[in-house]
T-cell receptor, first 112, second 115 residues
Framework: KQEVTQIPAALSVPEGENLVLNCSFT??????LQWFRQDPGKGLTSLLL?????REQTSGRLNASLDKSSGRSTLYIAASQPGDSATYLC???????????FGKGTKLTVNP | ETGVTQTPRHLVMGMTNKKSLKCEQH?????MYWYKQSAKKPLELMFV???????ENNSVPSRFSPECPNSSHLFLHLHTLQPEDSALYLC??????????????FGPGTRLLVL
């Protein structure tokens, strides 16, 4: 059974700092990995999707990497801003289904 | 209105009540999902519908009953719930039928409290 773990559970940083969020998964037979953002009381917004054949994806100040063989992904946020404060969720897709398996998330607070 | 909408946004119900959650997507997608998000637990997939047919039922208790009358609407009928069913219920949709690897688009969720 696939399990996704995110470390740390919570992170507080000053504005402007570069930071890394970690995600690990137990079964390397994934189809893709996604990073989502969730603001309090709201739904999820997809940030980046990495196919299993890719090593990384970039969008603005966000960069996500994938090491499928070791079961790890990182989300790098450059020059963090207070507006980046949210919970960041990692999810993997197993081949053959639309099922996403989620981690518990990392709650990020960026202090002005 | 665009995207995925959910109503109501908040719901309080007793254990003997019957209520329904509604999800509507305005994206022309063919697949829709129900997820449960409990405190301190990962998001859990409950049901998947593709082209209005249920293709996944993730061992969900029968007190939760989904309905997908067309590709734009998804309901979750609730009856005789338990306090541990209190959670945020999220609806999502994706473009294709069973194409793996598509991004899912989420609604804002319904915050449910069972007393």
């Amino acid at each position: 059974k696939q399990e996704v773990t995110q470390i740390p559970a919570a992170l507080s940083v000053p504005e402007g700092e570069n930071l890394v969020l970690n995600c690990s998964f137990t079964d390397s037979a994934i189809y893709n990995l996604q990073w989502f953002r969730q603001d309090p009381g709201k739904g999820l917004t997809s940030l980046l999707l990495i196919q299993s054949s890719q090593r990384e994806q970039t969008s603005g100040r966000l960069n996500a990497s994938l090491d499928k063989s070791s079961g790890r992904s990182t989300l790098y946020i450059a020059a963090s801003q207070p507006g980046d404060s949210a919970t960041y969720l990692c999810a993997v897709s197993q081949g053959g289904s639309e099922k996403l398996v989620f981690g518990k998330g990392t709650k990020l607070t960026v202090n002005p | 209105e665009t995207g995925v909408t959910q109503t109501p946004r908040h719901l309080v119900m007793g254990m003997t009540n019957k209520k329904s959650l509604k999800c509507e997507q305005h994206l022309g997608h063919n697949a829709m999902y129900w997820y449960k998000q409990s405190a301190k637990k990962p998001l859990e997939l409950m049901f998947v519908y593709s082209l209005e047919e249920r293709v996944e039922n993730n061992s969900v208790p029968s007190r939760f009953s989904p309905e997908c009358p067309n590709s734009s609407h998804l309901f979750l009928h609730l009856h005789t719930l338990q306090p541990e069913d209190s959670a945020l219920y999220l609806c999502a949709s994706s473009p294709g039928g069973l194409l793996v690897g598509e991004t899912q688009y989420f609604g804002p969720g319904t915050r449910l409290l069972v007393l």
